[in-house]
């Protein structure tokens, strides 16, 4: 029967070849926890600011109405895209576009 004392090297490199694998594994995991848990502590300690809101005022620089060359607003999006779809739909059943006043005439 052998003893603590009398194990031999030959043991003792089968037994850490066995367990470096297992060492360098918790190591590794050990490493990424502590680099997860600083880079959220870096996230943490940044302000964050908060956005500007849009000036209320439209005829403000920047608001969300922009000017015509006429000095009027432009229509809201909703009615020029309304009016879009309306004239696509005119022209795929075929209808002849209506006339406006003051629209240039095809050549």
């Known amino acids: 029967m052998q003893t603590l004392t009398q194990l031999p090297l030959a043991n003792l490199a089968e037994v850490l070849k066995d367990l470096a694998p297992i060492i360098f594994v918790v ?8 680099g997860n ?5 870096k996230k943490a300690a940044v302000p964050r600011l908060r956005p500007v809101p849009p000036p209320r005022d439209g005829n403000a620089v920047g608001g969300d ?4 060359a006429g ?3 432009a229509p809201p999006l909703e009615e ?5 779809v309306d004239e696509f739909l005119r022209r ?3 209808q002849p576009q209506p006339k406006r006043a003051g629209a240039p005439l095809p050549p």
């Open 65 to 68: 109405a922009p000017a015509r």
């Open 71 to 73: 000095g009027g607003k």
């Open 27 to 34: 190591l590794y995991g050990v490493a990424h926890l502590v």
């Open 37 to 41: 848990f600083q880079q959220e502590k």
């Open 92 to 94: 795929a059943q075929g």
């Open 80 to 84: 020029s895209l309304r009016r879009e």
